[in-house]
């Protein structure tokens, strides 16, 4: 599948990145991708030839001109970061490879102490309404092992 760049394709591919890291793509890191995909509007099947993109064997895209212009806030962004929070949390934990994942995609949509501590207290109230103390406690957890930095 021939990549179109664009911004969501940016932020997926240096989420991507990260996620292979270790060369091991696990369920709940796909999980995350696949809600992040989702998020960013991203076309069916994408996956695979971003992961060409990061492996080397496919040129990606994106110009350094696109990425400098691409990086940093936009409308929806907080809503897309707290959905890929709300796919970390679905499994038992919140691995280190997980977690950076979410930092690198903070970091790239420019999300603020304030806007991620927003993002916070909105997913911890829908987990208090949803009366998922494991999430809660998984979520704690995970602010405080990884605090906003």
């Given at each position: 599948m021939a990549l179109q760049?664009?911004?969501?394709?940016?932020?997926?591919?240096?989420?991507?990145?990260?996620?292979?890291?270790?060369?091991?793509?696990?369920?709940?890191?796909?999980?995350?991708?696949?809600i992040l995909s989702r998020c960013l509007?991203?076309?069916?099947?994408?996956?695979?030839?971003?992961?060409a993109v990061v492996r080397g064997s496919m040129a990606s895209?994106?110009?350094?001109?696109?990425?400098?212009?691409?990086?940093?806030?936009?409308?929806?962004?907080?809503?897309?970061?707290?959905?890929?929070i709300i796919a970390a949390l679905d499994d038992e934990v919140i691995t280190e490879e997980e977690m950076a994942m979410l930092d690198c995609l903070r970091?790239?949509?420019?999300?603020?102490t304030n806007e991620h501590a927003m993002v916070a207290e909105a997913v911890l109230h829908m987990i208090n309404n949803a009366g998922e103390e494991?999430?809660?406690d998984r979520f704690e957890a995970y602010l405080?092992?990884?605090p906003y930095r």
């Open positions: 760049s664009s911004r969501g394709l940016y932020l997926f591919l240096r989420t991507l990145e990260v996620a292979v890291d270790d060369d091991v793509i696990t369920e709940d890191e796909m999980a995350i991708l696949n509007d991203l076309p069916d099947g994408v996956i695979g030839s971003c992961w895209p994106i110009t350094s001109e696109q990425e400098a212009s691409w990086s940093g806030k936009r409308l929806g962004d907080a809503t897309c970061y707290q959905s890929a970091k790239a949509m420019g999300i603020q494991r999430h809660r405080t092992s990884h």
